[in-house]
């Protein structure tokens, strides 16, 4: 964990994000197993998101589950997209149309994080997790972020990632604008080892408006399979992007 983050808030945003991944209710027990916290201070955390009202207790059970108050904190976000459960259906449709691990993704500094994550039911499958950083300047969905930004802009982060990053490791601005440059042609970008090996990333962008902060999907799988259906779930992709506008 960052040396920045204050551990309290960084464990509550965690058990929402537990609940987003299971989507069922569960006992204190399992959430701090999974996370190997003590269970008595898990107890005590979940307990104060039962009173501030973002979880619920089923008492027969011994379980929580997140409250409506959690499902409506961020409806005014990128409205459209959200109304009726439109972009989580999206999510579902690819990851039950390919079987591969589908995640969706926005810029957090110089990175790529994973907001939202379907893992896949291929019996081989990528297994990625809510709040992942990858770098937005390799990344799949990093790149077609970097899409929605100016050359400047591009430069820029080049720029603060080399003084960032290990000097051995350097990004070429030019390389890079020229990659980014074909990505935007073409609509989508292939992410082939870059940051798992044997593992590979297509990624595209969702529709947003001027005000909102660009979103990317991708489907993550291992490389052999992904490129051998490169156009298929490209066409898939689309396709189910397309729906978001009806």
């Keep these: 964990m960052e040396k920045n983050l204050v551990k309290s808030a960084a464990r509550a945003i965690q058990v929402l994000e537990f609940f987003d991944t299971v989507r069922r209710a569960s006992p204190v027990a399992e959430v701090a197993d999974h996370f190997g916290w003590p269970h008595s201070s898990t107890s005590a955390l979940m307990r104060s998101l039962v009173s501030l009202g973002y ?10 589950i997140p409250s409506m108050r959690v499902a409506l904190l961020g409806d005014w976000l990128h409205g459209p ?7 989580s259906q999206l999510l579902e449709q690819l990851n039950h149309a390919t079987g591969e691990t589908v995640v969706l993704a926005a810029q957090n500094g110089l990175h790529s994080q994973y907001l939202r994550v379907l893992q896949g039911t291929n019996t ?3 297994h990625l997790q809510i709040g992942t950083l990858r ?12 899409t929605q930004m100016d050359d400047g802009t591009i430069r820029k982060l080049t720029r603060k990632f080399n003084l960032a990053a290990d000097a051995a490791t350097p990004i070429n601005a030019e390389d890079l604008l020229r990659q980014v440059s074909e990505d935007r042609e073409r609509g989508y970008a292939v992410s082939m080892n ?15 408006r001027p005000t909102e902060k660009p979103l990317a999907i991708g489907i993550a799988g291992l490389t052999d399979r992904l490129i051998a259906n ?4 490209v066409s898939t ?3 189910a992007i397309n729906t978001l506008s009806e």
Excluded: D, N
């Design 230 to 233: 490169e156009q298929k779930y």
């Design 55 to 64: 979880l619920h207790f089923e008492a027969g059970s011994r379980t929580y």
């Design 135 to 146: 770098p937005l300047l390799s990344s799949g969905t990093g790149r077609m972020l970097l």
């Design 237 to 239: 992709m689309r396709e």
């Design 194 to 208: 870059q940051v798992t090996p044997h593992a590979t990333l297509i990624a595209m962008l969702l529709p947003t």
């Design 81 to 87: 997209m959200l109304s009726h459960g439109k972009l």
């Design 124 to 126: 081989l499958r990528m």
